[in-house]
C-alpha cells in the first residue's frame, strides 16, 4: 500500500522559514515527478513546486525564489525548503505523485505563518 506521510509543520513568523519533508512508502526511483501542493481554507488547492526523475524544478509563480523542493531517491523522500514566509502561505501542504492513472496523496502538514 502506498503512503506519503508529510511532517514539518507547524507555526513560524513571517520571515521565518520551514522545511517540510514527505516519506513515501515505496521507492520513487521510478517516480517521473514529485509534487507538492497547498490548500488554504476556503481556497482551492493549488500547485507549489515539482521536481522530476531528473532534477529538474518548477515553481509556482508566488513561491519562485523563495521555496526550493529537493529530492532523495534513495531515502525516498521529497523536500520543500521554505524562506520568508508570508501569512499568504498559511495552507495544509500535501505531498503527490501519480503513478499511471492512480493519484497519490499525503494527509498534509499545516503551515500557518502569523505574529
Known amino acids: 500500500q502506498v503512503q506519503l506521510v508529510e511532517s514539518g509543520g507547524g507555526l513560524v513568523q513571517p520571515g521565518g522559514s520551514l522545511r517540510l519533508s514527505c516519506s513515501a512508502s515505496?521507492?520513487?526511483?521510478?517516480?517521473?515527478?514529485m509534487r507538492w501542493y497547498r490548500q488554504a481554507p476556503g481556497k482551492q488547492r493549488e500547485f507549489v513546486a515539482g521536481?522530476?526523475?531528473?532534477?529538474?524544478?518548477n515553481y509556482a509563480d508566488s513561491v519562485k525564489d523563495r521555496f526550493t523542493i529537493f529530492r532523495d531517491n534513495a531515502q525516498n523522500t521529497v523536500d520543500l525548503q521554505m524562506n520568508s514566509l508570508k501569512p499568504e502561505d498559511t495552507a495544509v501542504y500535501l505531498c503527490?505523485?501519480?503513478?499511471?492513472?492512480?493519484?497519490?496523496w499525503g494527509q498534509g502538514t499545516q503551515v500557518t505563518v502569523s505574529s
Open positions: 503527490n505523485f501519480l503513478d499511471g492513472w492512480i493519484d497519490y
Open positions: 521536481i522530476n526523475s531528473g532534477g529538474d524544478r
Open positions: 515505496v521507492s520513487i526511483f521510478s517516480i517521473d515527478v
